[in-house]
């Protein structure tokens, strides 16, 4: 069973960069409307514009991804570091399958790679967050997957963890090879600071979405 380690810099519990990688949101109408507070369903969260996709299809060309912000009883955010990148953390994420609804999809890949499966989902970025591949990333997962995309679509949901740590497996469940080697309860400047760079802008605003949840 893997296990957290701590983290000397960062309390309470437990750590990966990549050369000038490229990135951009490619520009969209803004949906910032439809993003409900559930706290108060008549004040929406999303009160400005933003480069990302408003639409329901994703950009082509880009793979159909969710994202899992998933926060502790402290509001801290959820980080596991990856085995293959030296140095890089990150939140749970994973493709959506065909006709597999988005939410469901980040229950699904929650549970694939940390185990847990109590987690209730809290809210929903209201537009699809794009980036693209650095060119040897791109390079390596057209061999990986069978298919050459340009970068990934993401589809971002903040969960609540209702469970105990125990539950916590970095092994998953079982049905996927194990990503991360250790994981930490994080804030929100910590996860971006230790994100890979061409992650950076996405997770930026990400938080900026589901900050009224952080505070």
Not at 83 to 108: C, H, S, T, Y
Not at 114 to 121: F, I, L, N, P, Q
Not at 185 to 204: H, S
Request: hydrophobic share 35%.
């Amino acid at each position: 069973m893997a296990l957290c380690r701590p983290l000397l810099l960062y309390a309470p519990l437990h750590r990966f960069p990549v050369s000038n990688p490229t990135f951009f949101f490619p520009e969209y109408p803004c949906y910032s409307c439809k993003f409900t507070n559930r706290r108060n369903p008549q004040t929406p969260f999303c009160r400005t514009c933003c480069s990302s996709s408003s639409m329901e299809a994703p950009p082509q060309g880009y793979r159909r991804n969710v994202g899992i912000c998933l926060i502790n009883s402290s509001k801290k955010i959820f980080s596991a570091s990856r085995l293959d990148i030296p140095n890089a953390w990150q939140m749970p994420q994973g493709g959506i399958d065909d006709n597999e609804d988005p939410k469901v999809a980040a229950l699904r890949e929650l549970k694939e790679e940390t185990g847990v499966s109590s987690a209730e989902v809290l809210a929903e970025a209201p537009y699809w967050l794009t980036y693209d591949f650095p060119p040897e990333v791109r390079e390596k997962l057209k061999h990986q997957w069978g298919s050459d995309w340009k970068g990934q679509a993401q589809k971002w949901f903040l969960l609540k963890f209702t469970g105990k740590e125990e539950e916590i497996n970095l092994l998953g469940d079982g049905t996927e090879k194990p990503e991360f080697g250790e994981w930490s309860w994080m804030t929100p400047e910590q996860i971006v600071e230790l994100a890979v760079d061409f992650k950076k802008p996405v997770y930026k605003k990400v938080l900026e979405v589901f900050a009224p949840y952080l505070q």
